[in-house]
T-cell receptor, first 115, second 111 residues
Framework: EPEVTQTPSHQVTQMGQEVILRCVPISNHLYFYWYRQILGQKVEFLVSFYNNEISEKSEIFDDQFSVERPDGSNFTLKIRSTKLEDSAMYFC?????????????FGPGTRLLVL | GESVGLHLPTLSVQEGDNSIINCAYSNSASDYFIWYKQESGKGPQFIIDIRSNMDKRQGQRVTVLLNKTVKHLSLQIAATQPGDSAVYFCAETGDFQKLVFGTGTRLLVSP
């Protein structure tokens, strides 16, 4: 069964450093998302991406964050200068077509720890 | 109110019992709802979904009920098994494509 994959599974970084989290969405999906989950809390939407551009972003997704689809398979989340409060699980998700009534499938996540 | 940190609502059941997990949503404009299961250290796993033009949908051992009048969603798991132990989240479509997740319920199944 096709699945979303993410690398790395764990990332430890120093505050102020840049990190890039990588995702390979399900191959025929066209819509891509990043979510995060601070330990013990609910999953929060960060950004959605379609047709090589951001379609929606949350207030969490400030200028320190960016997303990119550098080739036909990868989808990345970059945090330019990490802060302690960026420590969380980051989940990538993808769906087949836009919007309503189409299930988003999640990857296993990257656990980011900022020291 | 919201649960913060590790203080998730918890439902403890015996193996073989039926479980009912509830969720209240706030956006009356939402028209698609999903239940996800999340095991420790893993990503949310799709269980079942329902559209707003339905009030009940059944899957294998799971049933979702939607009451739009009171903006309430429930997940019923029949013959609960130890492998069902996880945190269960409901999610709704908010604006456009983003999912808005509920705070989650921890299900503990005792053998």
């Amino acid at each position: 069964e096709p699945e979303v994959t993410q690398t790395p599974s764990h990332q430890v970084t120093q505050m102020g450093q840049e990190v890039i989290l990588r995702c390979v969405p399900i191959s025929n999906h066209l819509y891509f998302y990043w979510y995060r989950q601070i330990l013990g809390q609910k999953v929060e939407f960060l950004v959605s991406f379609y047709n090589n551009e951001i379609s929606e972003k949350s207030e969490i997704f400030d200028d320190q964050f960016s997303v990119e689809r550098p080739d036909g398979s990868n989808f990345t989340l970059k945090i330019r200068s990490t802060k302690l409060e960026d420590s969380a699980m980051y989940f990538c998700a993808s769906s087949d077509r836009r919007g309503l009534q189409e299930t988003q499938y999640f990857g296993p996540g990257t656990r980011l720890l900022v020291l | 109110g919201e649960s913060v940190g590790l203080h998730l609502p918890t439902l403890s059941v015996q193996e073989g019992d039926n479980s009912i997990i509830n969720c209240a949503y706030s956006n009356s404009a939402s028209d698609y709802f999903i239940w996800y299961k999340q095991e420790s250290g893993k990503g949310p796993q799709f269980i079942i979904d329902i559209r707003s033009n339905m009030d009940k949908r059944q899957g294998q051992r799971v049933t979702v009920l939607l009451n739009k009048t009171v903006k309430h969603l429930s997940l019923q798991i029949a013959a609960t098994q130890p492998g069902d132990s996880a945190v269960y989240f409901c999610a709704e479509t908010g604006d456009f494509q983003k999912l808005v997740f509920g705070t989650g319920t921890r299900l503990l199944v005792s053998p």
